[in-house]
């Protein structure tokens, strides 16, 4: 390390800017630290989680194809199977993707990107959630009342249903959470521990 005047705070500040690797060098007191890995490690958590998005997405757009083209598995039970499967594909296509690069390397897509991402997140999650629980209760009517099945469990209302769980109220203050540039949180410690 090389040695600084006493004067001269800058020589300073660009050895720290050099060693500490930051997201933004141009804001050095509002830049996150890059993530670090091993490159071995993030290589390797890259490509597992790269496969793994890949076969998540490909299966399910099987699964979606085939309920949506064949008429007769239009059914209320695969209609939910269908819905479960396009979140499921949301989740491989575009959650996975941007939870490598959220885990990995610095958020460069700003902090608007950063509250649809987890506003995404949030609404692909409940509604998983929510097609299971459907899902439940269509097979619980089916086995517990299976003479009334067919006039509670409608197409109609099963696609309502569904409607209702794709539903999600608007993005408000992106960023709030951000310690730093480069970081993308949804909420802090410091708002927990408000909340207790």
Same mark, same amino acid.
């Given at each position: 390390m090389r040695k600084c005047s006493d004067q001269s705070c800058s020589c300073l500040m660009m050895e720290i800017q050099n060693e500490a690797e930051l997201c933004f060098p141009q804001l050095l007191n509002s830049s996150c630290r890059k993530p670090t890995l091993h490159w071995s490690k993030a290589v390797l958590l890259n490509i597992v989680l790269s496969f793994i998005s890949l076969i998540?997405?490909?299966? %399910? *757009?099987l699964v979606i194809i085939s309920v949506s083209h064949f008429r007769q598995l239009h059914t209320p039970t695969n209609i939910l199977l269908l819905s479960l499967a396009v979140s499921d594909f949301l989740v491989g296509l575009l959650l996975m993707p941007l939870e490598i690069i959220r885990n990995t390397a610095c958020w460069i897509l700003g902090d608007f990107m950063c509250s649809?991402?987890? %506003? *995404?997140a949030a609404s692909v999650f409940c509604a998983s959630i929510g097609n299971i629980v459907l899902i439940s209760v269509d097979r619980y009517?089916?086995?517990?009342?299976p003479l009334h099945y067919p006039t509670r469990i409608t197409v109609v209302r099963i696609k309502l249903s569904d409607c209702l769980l794709y539903?999600?109220?608007i993005l408000i203050s992106p960023g709030r959470y951000n310690s730093c540039y480069g970081e993308c949180v949804f909420?802090?410690?410091?708002?927990?521990?408000?909340?207790?």
């Open positions: 998540t997405a490909a299966l %399910n *757009l649809i991402y987890y %506003n *995404l009517v089916a086995i517990c009342d539903t999600k109220d909420f802090s410690s410091d708002v927990a521990g408000t909340v207790d």
